[in-house]
């Protein structure tokens, strides 16, 4: 079966900190990779997606760059981190254009 | 540009007994896909149920069911004998951009169970 994991879980970082969280995922081959940010009481925002190695698409410019490694692994990074980049980030997987599954997030607070 | 709409922020429901969410929705796919998921205090997103929009006949997973009306745009779900368990935040969503299988979300309804 599949999974996916995520760490940290939780990340207490200082502004202007660099950022790595990372994403991998279990069980399937060549899958679509997403990145999203969730603000506190509010919807999913995509962020990025890939659907190979080296082929990552922004969905929204801004402070963060994602990178995918390898087959299963991604990368979501920030060379310096911004109070707005707060938040909950989840990873989720895809095959094709179906149902995405999530990752158990990561709770990021920038002070 | 694909949009989802839910318009109950927050419902309330006693245990056994039933609820429905809504949900519209605009897509110019014209092969697409709608879900719910739903998201407990641990904040993981979990998949409840899925509907190909092809299909007429409406999605059904255990005590979870939608109604489908792809004229009207409109996708709900229905929770028969309501447990504790299911108070959570619950989001509709929509493919878009084809094979890359990108989600739009709704903005969610916060459900809370009475017991």
Same mark, same amino acid.
């Given at each position: 079966s599949q999974t996916i994991h995520q760490w940290p879980a939780t +990340?207490?970082?200082? #502004? $202007? =900190?660099?950022?790595?969280?990372?994403?991998?995922?279990?069980?399937?081959?060549?899958?679509?990779? *997403?990145?999203? /940010?969730?603000?506190? $009481? /509010?919807?999913?925002?995509? +962020?990025?997606? !890939?659907?190979?190695? $080296?082929?990552?698409?922004?969905?929204?410019?801004?402070? +963060? !760059?994602? !990178?995918?490694?390898?087959?299963?692994?991604?990368?979501? @990074?920030?060379?310096?981190?911004?109070? =707005?980049? @707060?938040?909950? *980030?989840?990873?989720?997987? =895809? #095959? $094709?254009?179906?149902?995405?599954?999530? %990752? &158990?997030?990561? /709770?990021l607070t920038v002070t | 540009a694909q949009t989802v709409t839910q318009s109950q922020p927050e419902m309330s429901v006693q245990e056994a007994e039933t609820v429905t969410l809504s949900c519209t929705y605009d897509t110019?796919?014209?092969? *697409?896909?709608l879900f719910w998921y739903k998201q407990p205090p641990s904040r993981q997103m979990i998949l409840v149920i899925r509907q190909e929009a092809y299909k007429q006949q409406n999605a059904t997973e255990n005590r979870f069911s939608v109604n489908f009306q792809k004229a009207a745009k409109s996708f709900s779900l229905k929770i028969s004998d309501s447990q504790l368990g299911d108070a959570a935040m619950y989001f509709c969503a929509t493919n878009y951009g084809g094979s890359q299988g990108n989600?739009?979300?709704?903005? %969610?309804?916060?459900?809370? #169970?009475? &017991?």
């Amino acid at each position: 079966s599949q999974t996916i994991h995520q760490w940290p879980a939780t +990340l207490v970082q200082p #502004v $202007g =900190s660099p950022l790595s969280l990372e994403c991998t995922v279990e069980g399937t081959s060549n899958p679509n990779l *997403y990145w999203y /940010r969730q603000a506190a $009481g /509010r919807g999913l925002q995509l +962020l990025f997606y !890939s659907v190979g190695i $080296g082929q990552i698409s922004s969905e929204v410019p801004q402070n +963060l !760059s994602a !990178s995918r490694p390898q087959d299963r692994q991604f990368i979501l @990074s920030s060379k310096k981190l911004l109070l =707005s980049d @707060s938040g909950f *980030y989840l990873c989720a997987w =895809s #095959v $094709g254009h179906g149902e995405q599954y999530f %990752g &158990p997030g990561t /709770r990021l607070t920038v002070t | 540009a694909q949009t989802v709409t839910q318009s109950q922020p927050e419902m309330s429901v006693q245990e056994a007994e039933t609820v429905t969410l809504s949900c519209t929705y605009d897509t110019s796919e014209s092969d *697409y896909y709608l879900f719910w998921y739903k998201q407990p205090p641990s904040r993981q997103m979990i998949l409840v149920i899925r509907q190909e929009a092809y299909k007429q006949q409406n999605a059904t997973e255990n005590r979870f069911s939608v109604n489908f009306q792809k004229a009207a745009k409109s996708f709900s779900l229905k929770i028969s004998d309501s447990q504790l368990g299911d108070a959570a935040m619950y989001f509709c969503a929509t493919n878009y951009g084809g094979s890359q299988g990108n989600l739009i979300f709704g903005k %969610g309804t916060k459900l809370s #169970v009475k &017991p």
